[in-house]
Nanobody
Framework: QVQLVESGGGLVQAGGSLRLSCAAS????????MGWYRQVPGKQRDLVATAITGGSTNYADSVKGRFTISRENAKNTVYLQMNGLKPEDTAVYYC???????????WGQGTQVTVSS
């Protein structure tokens, strides 16, 4: 049973920083893609950043230059360093993992990030 467990969300003032962590358990295989999405009430879940095992990363335009995604492949763990936070970054952040072996996608339970102005 694969589980993704997130941590690191919270309340921060605009301009501040937070670091999200997501640890995957229950899989003996390394996920080829891990990343972060975010969602606000009434809107769709949007991509924030993804990282593949080869090292390539992808970011939403709105977070480029402020957020950094990184991975520890052997631990199936992904991080999101968020700097220069803005009120519009307020959302529930979800960890995502894709296994090319099983073809399945997995999601964490979500962690709330709130940025006050």
């Amino acid at each position: 049973q694969v589980q993704l467990v997130e941590s690191g969300g919270g309340l921060v003032q605009a301009g501040g920083s937070l670091r999200l962590s997501c640890a995957a358990s229950g899989s003996i295989f390394v996920f080829n893609t891990m990343g972060w999405y975010r969602q606000v009430p009434g809107k769709q879940r949007d991509l924030v950043a993804t990282a593949i095992t080869g090292g390539s990363t992808n970011y939403a335009d709105s977070v480029k230059g402020r957020f950094t995604i990184s991975r520890e492949n052997a631990k199936n763990t992904v991080y999101l360093q968020m700097n220069g936070l803005k009120p519009e970054d307020t959302a529930v952040y979800y960890c995502h993992a894709h296994s090319s072996f099983s073809g399945k996608d997995y999601w964490g339970q979500g962690t709330q990030v709130t940025v006050s102005s």
